[in-house]
């Protein structure tokens, strides 16, 4: 493998697809965790659209499924990383980083990588979000606006987890991987409208880019469109922030190669 | 090994088996935090919950502090599918099985390690109710019962994961399970009441999983003090559940001591 960006790019996407769809181990987690939280909240707490004060004209299953859209995006990003540091650990990742000349095509295969999980994971969520009473009333522009910022948000998640897998190469870098992911996701207006948080959670939510981008993309759902530019500006902007922290990955294993 | 009592290898299986559980942090702390930091968001995220005809509180916090009891109890089958899987792989059980070690001291030895863990869940929690919350309803004699149920329920769990480690002698499917018994909780009544819950085949799920029944008996110590019903059920189906894992977890080991 010696050639320019897009076929260092095509052979690691494709390899690290096929262990994906190849493995249950690695694909049923993906698809069980967001399915579990969309049927435990969009289930077990739909009587909270009734809560005076809640104003999501489109019903509490398309509120929680903006939820889980980008809960599925995240995680699609951050189990790639997971996938880098596995690479890393089994020896792959450097021979590979021998025998590649464009070193940049490694981070953007493992890219479409989580890009294709992500689609896959959305697709099947999304199945169960309609047969579960999904009401979408965006038009077709607003939904290539919410899994514009879906897109986006993956591939934030994906450049902060090959960030950290590439600097610290083993799979025990999980956890630093996940817990920030987590955190920034749940500190977040989940199962309420931001007016309806109390406590310090509000107050976290208020300072949380996150919020932005999932009122953005609640409101692209509900035909509303909401804080469209900020929540894109702050989109873009992790991403490239993460890009510089991934390249600071990619140098980190270079040297170590 | 000396021809030792029942008594005495017990003793000796569950001093190793809490030495080994209490000396790996990566399986005390997680099952101490995670719990607490989903208890500190669910508290403010779903506080306006509270506000719904019939919720039984108004504070959300002492509706959902029942959660870690369980979840801790969760991360229990874990620990202890994960302990007993590794001591199949080590070979560690096959040289046991050598020695003129009771089957019956073997079961409980390795869930000692479990219920340290649980013991140590449980009290942190009460104390974290107590610290952050109004208190238990039901008071000191309350907070105990909360936590023999929370033993009780860790020992559920236990058993479960030590039954598909025996089964299947492998870590990994212990880990591949983990997500199931997530699921438990998730379609409970962990978020709401059931009578609250709208949509129907979540309440009627909600009404046949027993972790409903042990979340409402330790729920309704916390908010409203002593329901003997809703403990009769959380007990029962608590040792119901510990009953039939353990009798299938030792089915299991026979099965493993056999072929060994």
Redesign the interface.
Same mark, same amino acid.
Do not use: R, Y
């Given at each position: 493998m010696s050639g320019g960006f897009w076929s260092v790019a095509r052979a690691v996407a494709w390899r690290n697809i096929h262990s994906f769809f190849t493995n249950p181990a690695i694909v049923v987690p993906s698809l069980l965790f967001p399915m579990f939280f969309f049927t435990a909240f969009a289930g077990g707490l739909s009587r909270v659209d009734q809560v005076p004060g809640f104003d999501y004209q489109s019903g509490y299953t398309t509120f929680v499924y903006g939820f889980v859209l980008l809960q599925a995006s995240t995680f699609g990003g951050i189990f790639t990383g997971f996938s880098v540091a596995r690479d890393f650990e089994s020896g792959f990742s450097r021979r590979l980083l021998l025998a590649a000349r464009n070193h940049g095509g490694i981070v953007g295969g493992y890219w479409l990588a989580a890009l294709t999980r992500a689609i896959f994971t959305v697709s099947v969520i999304t199945t169960v979000a309609l047969i579960a009473g999904l009401d979408v009333n965006g038009n077709a522009i607003d939904l290539v606006g919410l899994y514009s910022l879906a897109v986006v948000v993956n591939a934030a998640a994906m450049l902060f987890g090959t960030g950290i897998a590439m600097r610290l190469r083993t799979m025990q870098a999980g956890p630093l991987m996940q817990v920030p992911a987590f955190l920034l996701l749940f500190l977040a207006p989940v199962w309420v409208p931001f007016d309806l948080l109390t406590g310090w959670v509000k107050g976290a939510a208020s300072f949380n880019p996150i919020t932005l981008v999932l009122e953005a993309g609640r409101g692209f759902l509900a035909g509303d469109p909401t804080k469209v530019l900020p929540a894109f500006g702050v989109a873009l902007l992790i991403a490239a922030v993460t890009a510089m922290w991934a390249r600071g990955g990619l140098r980190s294993a270079e040297r170590a190669a | 090994m000396r021809r030792a009592t029942l008594l005495v290898q017990v003793g000796v299986l569950a001093r190793r088996s809490v030495v080994r559980t209490l000396r790996q942090p990566a399986m005390v702390v997680p099952s101490l935090v995670f719990p607490l930091m989903l208890l500190? %968001?669910n508290?403010?995220?779903?506080?306006?919950?509270t506000?719904?005809p019939g919720f039984p509180t108004d504070s959300y916090f002492q509706f959902a502090l029942a959660i870690p009891f369980v979840q801790g109890a969760l991360f229990s089958a874990n620990s202890a599918g994960t302990n007993v899987a590794s001591d199949i792989e080590s070979g560690f059980l096959n040289r046991l099985a050598l020695t003129p070690l009771r089957r019956l001291a073997l079961m409980v030895g390795q869930l000692a390690g479990i219920l340290a863990l649980g013991l140590i869940q449980a009290v942190t929690f009460v104390l974290i109710g107590v610290a952050f919350g109004d208190g238990i309803a039901a008071g000191v004699d309350g907070a105990v019962v909360i936590v023999v149920l929370s033993l009780v329920i860790s020992l559920a769990f236990g058993c479960i994961g030590a039954f598909v480690a025996l089964r299947s002698g492998s870590g990994?499917a212990v880990q591949?399970v983990f997500?199931l018994f997530? $699921?438990a909780l !998730?379609?409970s009544?962990?978020?709401?009441p059931r009578d609250? %819950?709208?949509?129907d085949? !979540?309440r009627t799920v $909600?009404t046949w999983n027993p972790v409903s029944y042990m979340l409402e008996a330790i729920r309704s110590l916390v908010i409203e003090g002593w329901d003997g019903e809703a403990l009769a059920l959380g007990f029962a189906c608590a040792g119901g559940l510990a009953l039939i894992a353990m009798l299938a977890a030792s089915a299991a080991l026979r099965t493993r001591l056999v072929r060994t």
């Open positions: - | 500190s %968001i508290a403010s995220g779903l506080d306006s919950a506000k719904l990994e591949g997500p997530f $699921a !998730f379609l009544s962990m978020a709401l609250l %819950i709208e949509t085949w !979540f $909600a």
